[in-house]
């Protein structure tokens, strides 16, 4: 899958699970990026969620699964492997611990577990905490609670051409 539609994917589940809690519309309330011009762009009363999506360095990112198949008088190389992810949502409000609770928790129910599923995304039950961590912008102390989830995604490389021996030559002797 691709990083974008990763992200698309992760977006939906946040959505699913939170967006009914945060101000609305949820696609304004729930992001990707941070203002560009530094400073916040919403209201301390809001509540709003930022998404982060970084691969970890993990043992099982490390592994490549590879199998050489015979098609069309040529072998193709088929890889795949598991890339761990994750996925730290930051959210700001009054309610933003509940949100967080929620976010958390959320992640475990069936309906999410087969939307990622479909997509070939597992989460990892490590069961994070929610961490509080205050910001002062402007004077004033905005609330802040983070939590980090961690994903499992079967990544499959495209097929490579490998190709294919059209001539061998053996020589052979004996020696005494």
């Given at each position: 899958m691709k990083?974008?539609?990763l992200m698309n994917l992760f977006w939906d589940a946040i959505d699913a699970i939170a967006g009914n809690?945060?101000?609305t519309p949820s696609d304004r309330f729930i992001r990707w990026k941070y203002p560009?011009?530094?400073g916040p762009d919403w209201e301390i009363e809001d509540n709003i969620i930022f998404l982060n999506l970084s691969e970890m360095d993990d043992e099982w990112g490390k592994q490549n699964d590879s199998i050489y198949v015979t098609e069309n008088d040529t072998v193709i190389r088929k890889r795949a492997r598991t890339r761990v992810w994750e996925l730290l949502c930051t959210i700001y409000g009054p309610n933003a611990c509940d949100i967080a609770n929620?976010?958390?928790?959320g992640v475990f129910t069936d309906s999410i577990r087969r939307m990622l599923s479909k997509n070939e995304v597992f989460l990892i039950p490590d069961m994070p905490v929610c961490r509080y961590g205050p910001e002062v912008y402007d004077?004033?102390?905005w609330n802040r609670y983070d939590v980090a989830l961690h994903f499992n995604e079967w990544y499959e490389?495209?097929?490579e051409d490998v190709g294919h021996i059209?001539?061998?030559t053996v020589n052979t002797s004996v020696h005494n």
């Open positions: 990083y974008s539609e809690d945060v101000n560009s011009k530094g929620e976010i958390k928790d004077g004033q102390w490389v495209p097929d059209e001539s061998l």
